[in-house]
């Protein structure tokens, strides 16, 4: 039986990979996995939730250079090495955009970067007498390579950052919708009667309501933020599960595997877990495929509403919130970004999810 499994598998995984569509759409989501978790070593701008802003620069086009004066700090930055690398450097240097300076002893003359054609403020700033100047510490060239936002940060590394709530909510949502909906789908199928008719309308009553709606009640409920919205659209994208491994289950308790379990005295958690449930996960494991998308749909339309991750924490949706104005106002590039990536990684699942169809179909 184990052998026949494994040249199943064998067989399901060689038709994926002469599917080039899913095989790319893997790829990109594993690199997109990748940015995701090691975001801030991607990003030009590594401070925390790249909330790094400059006001005078904001919403300039991509390939903008400036000059930056960096003014050091008093405090003391103590992070750890792992917090640095997994949530951000909490930023204690001050960040000035400017067009000209000068140096005279301890003392630093500059100009503040204006727009449109006006002349900043000249100011002056002096060291202590134990520091010297140092002009490749003190002043940097910044390159924003798509820009910057309404409010001056770097485009690119927010689009970086944001991905992790993105790809993540999938993981999330798709694994609290896996261990509601296998376990009510199970029991509905393999027990039915009275068990069955109730669960059904616990599903029905679910599947009724709008999904966005329910999302944002329970998000009400649990309260703003990133985690509550997590748990939120996984509880919502259970349904669909349990429906699929119900009807799975209904069909395959008929099997002749399954009565020679019951024939040799095996009880019902045994019989479900590790008779019944490894031969119906196909149809489940394209369900969870098309439910990563859903999941990053809602997450988006969420954040979109104002009621999903909140500021200053990086998320597509919420780009598209803050700046969808701005694609009547000549700069479209600041809501097109972040909605081509969610495109783009909804579309990469989709294809992947359609490549596992057909590659776990015994009929072809």
Not at 95 to 118: F, K, M, R, V
Not at 214 to 234: D, E, H, N, S
């Amino acid at each position: 039986m184990s052998n026949k499994a494994n040249s199943l598998s064998k067989l399901a995984l060689q038709k994926f990979k002469k599917n080039f569509w899913g095989v790319f759409s893997f790829y990109f989501i594993l690199f997109i996995g990748v940015i995701s978790v090691f975001a801030y070593v991607f990003a030009p701008d590594n401070s925390r939730h790249a909330n790094q802003m400059h006001v005078s620069i904001h919403s300039k086009a991509p390939g903008f250079s400036v000059e930056m004066l960096v003014l050091p700090s008093q405090i003391k930055n103590e992070q750890g090495f792992i917090d640095k690398l997994f949530f951000g450097n909490i930023n204690t240097v001050t960040e000035i955009p400017i067009t000209q300076y000068s140096i005279s002893g301890n003392t630093i003359s500059y100009t503040e970067y204006a727009s449109d054609g006006l002349k900043g403020v000249e100011k002056n700033y002096t060291l202590d007498e134990d520091n010297t100047i140092n002009t490749e510490t003190l002043i940097t060239k910044k390159t924003f390579h798509l820009g910057t936002d309404k409010y001056g940060r770097d485009l690119l590394s927010r689009i970086l950052v944001g991905a992790r709530i993105s790809f993540f909510i999938g993981f999330v949502a798709v694994f609290i919708s896996l261990v509601i909906g296998i376990f009510m789908g199970s029991v509905a199928g393999y027990f039915g009667g009275k068990i069955d008719a109730f669960i059904m309308w616990i599903i029905n009553v679910t599947w009724s309501i709008p999904t966005l709606l329910l999302v944002i009640a329970i998000t009400l409920a649990l309260g703003k933020g990133f985690w509550q919205v997590f748990i939120a659209v996984g509880l919502t994208m259970w349904v669909e599960v349990a429906r699929v491994v119900r009807g799975q289950i209904i069909s395959a308790k008929e099997m002749q595997y399954v009565t020679a379990a019951r024939a040799l005295g095996f009880n019902n958690y045994r019989i479900i877990t590790k008779h019944i449930l490894p031969n119906i996960m196909a149809p489940v494991i394209v369900i969870c495929a098309a439910n990563f998308a859903a999941a990053i749909l809602i997450e988006s339309g969420l954040s979109f509403l104002g009621i999903g991750a909140q500021p200053p924490m990086a998320s597509w949706g919420a780009m598209i919130k803050d700046h969808y104005n701005y694609i009547i106002l000549g700069k479209p590039y600041l809501a097109i970004i972040p909605g081509l990536c969610i495109m783009f990684l909804v579309m990469a699942f989709m294809l992947i999810g359609n490549a596992l169809r057909d590659a776990l179909d015994v009929k072809n």
